[in-house]
């Protein structure tokens, strides 16, 4: 397999058993997002999935001033290598704006892709950037049978034009779409004590008015705020419901992976001693695995 990174061509500067729930073991409520003024969104581009000609996959108008997040997961189905570019178009000159990335290194394994891709973007900065000539490209190439796995969120200082395209952008590919999804973040609280020692949560499950071209919550954060007595261990385990998954996570600021591992197993991903201020656990949906995926929190 080449060897491939994207470059941010910038045109300017630049197995554990678990044992079937009980009465007793809680589930943490789902609750809905407030209704707030929008300043973050998500965009959802894997439709349609596998690239089957030249043309532009994805074609979205981003705000000024509004926060996305673009999970993009898609595979080369042609029998050429071409380049693979995201791209920004200002409305004006230069472009300003800031952008987190997280791309996975083209390969012909979808969840080793999009591991690998959600492991960037949580050990990465937002980092200010500039088009001098109104337009920003992330690109590389991409052979027959590769994946490009994604996420890059951006925030531009104008209106700008976002597109996804292989080859080249002079129309787009017939049925493509974007799905917006509003307030792409969630809040988690977690109280773990003597009696409520164990408690549940599905990540990537859709929520009630979601598109139904969206099959799981892929790119959404959940910021889970582990409540557990001072020096406690608490060990977090997962396991994926709707097929073959994995978990990528930030744990106290630390980033943590697992394996890909069959639907239905528990793995545990960490232990952790819970210091003064708690525990944070940040984690999303990547591409190339099932959702939903069931996380267990127990106090030891």
């Known amino acids: ?59 979205a108008r981003l705000e000024a001033g509004v926060t996305y997040t673009v999970f993009y997961h898609y595979r080369n189905n042609t029998n050429v290598t071409g380049d693979f570019v995201v791209a920004l178009h200002g409305s004006e000159t230069p472009l300003r704006f800031t952008a987190r990335q997280g791309t996975g290194d083209p390969r012909r394994d979808p969840p080793l892709a999009g591991r690998q891709a959600m492991a960037r973007f949580l050990s990465t900065q937002e980092t200010p950037l500039l088009g001098r000539k109104g337009t920003a490209r992330f690109a590389g190439k991409l052979a027959t049978k590769q994946v490009a796995s994604g996420i890059l969120q951006v925030r531009c200082e104008q209106n700008a034009r ?31 004590r003597p009696g409520a020692q164990t408690q549940y949560f599905r990540i990537g499950q859709p929520e009630p008015g979601m598109s139904r071209h969206l099959d799981g919550t892929y790119g959404m954060l959940y910021a889970f705020k582990v409540d557990a007595p001072e020096g406690r261990r608490v060990r977090v385990a997962f396991s994926p419901r709707g097929g073959k998954g994995g978990m990528v996570a930030s744990v106290n600021g630390k980033l943590r992976q697992s394996g890909i591992i069959p639907a239905t197993h528990w793995r545990v991903f960490c232990e952790t001693i819970v210091g003064p201020n708690g525990l944070i656990l940040t984690t999303a949906p990547f591409g190339g695995v099932f959702y939903p995926v069931e996380l267990r929190f127990d106090l030891l």
């Open 1 to 59: 397999m080449p060897h491939f990174c994207f470059v941010a061509f910038i045109l300017v500067l630049l197995n554990f058993g678990f044992p079937c729930r009980s009465f007793a073991q809680q589930t943490i409520p789902q609750t809905a997002p407030q209704t707030l003024p929008i300043t973050h969104r998500l965009l959802f581009c894997n439709d349609p999935e596998r690239i089957k000609s030249a043309g532009a996959y994805a074609d």
């Open 162 to 192: 976002l597109r996804i395209y292989f080859r080249h952008d002079r129309w787009l590919v017939k049925g493509a779409r974007v799905v917006t999804l509003d307030d792409p973040r969630r809040e988690i609280a977690v109280a773990l």
